[in-house]
């Protein structure tokens, strides 16, 4: 057997974040009364606070953004797009989603069947950009954490993916060398380019089939697909 140790990305890649937030946006837009603050609907709320995020957080993982200020200035940001000057909303905000998107749980088809399968045969890790304290919550209420021997955060790590020394952090420790391990995710260049320019083979998690000019180790569009690329069955 190839290999050993298989290291998973969680976010879009086991978890649904996507669903997840969705529904928790929308429990946060009825909460507060959104609309008679003046944002105009649901969907413009989380596309606005999406387009916001995205920004911030590439802020954030290139080094230039502390965490505990991307956390409330996503929200501050998003209520100013609608002319929302409220700080202590943004915060309220802030902290509920963080409360409730961890245990609004969403997993993709076949995520808790795969891994559980893969836990008989392979020492299973986690490697994650996401907040430490966040993605503990996600792991347990999600019922994953009995199949995951090592989470690596980059918050432990002290750099983030796709720094390979992100990618070293996880072998020492998990004890394993780069020929036996194999990264799993759904982000392109943080994922799988970092783990190949890392020197581990990678599985591109591609579920919308997405083009790309990119040449990973292998390539899915359903999580049930790796028992295939290992040779074990459904």
């Known amino acids: 057997m190839k290999y050993k140790h298989l290291f998973f990305d969680l976010d879009r890649t086991l978890w649904d974040f996507d669903k997840s937030a969705s529904q928790t946006f929308t429990l946060l837009f009825e909460k507060h009364n959104l609309k008679q603050k003046g944002v105009p609907d649901l969907k413009t709320f989380f596309s606005t606070y999406n387009k916001h995020n995205d920004v911030l957080w590439e802020s954030y993982r290139n080094g230039d953004l502390k965490k505990e200020i991307l956390r409330d200035l996503r929200f501050v940001h998003t209520l100013l797009s609608f002319g929302i000057r409220d700080e202590a909303l943004a915060v309220t905000l802030s902290e509920e989603y963080l409360y409730y998107a961890p245990r609004t749980v969403y997993l993709f088809p076949g995520a808790v069947e795969v891994v559980k399968k893969l836990h008989t045969q392979y020492n299973l890790h986690l490697i994650t950009n996401g907040f430490e304290e966040v993605q503990h919550i996600k792991i347990q209420t999600a019922g994953l954490e009995p199949y995951f021997t090592k989470v690596i955060t980059s918050e432990a790590a002290g750099v983030k993916k796709p720094d390979p020394k992100i990618f070293e952090y996880a072998l020492l420790k998990a ?12 982000d392109m260049e943080v ?28 390539e899915i569009r359903y999580l049930t697909e790796i028992l295939d690329i290992l040779a074990m069955k459904p």
Not at 175 to 186: C, V, Y
């Open 191 to 218: 994922d799988i380019l970092g783990a190949q320019s890392f020197g581990m083979d990678q599985i591109f998690f591609n579920p919308e089939g997405s083009p790309h000019q990119e040449k990973p180790s292998f």
């Open 175 to 186: 004890g394993a060398n780069k020929s036996e391990s194999l990264m799993i995710g759904d």
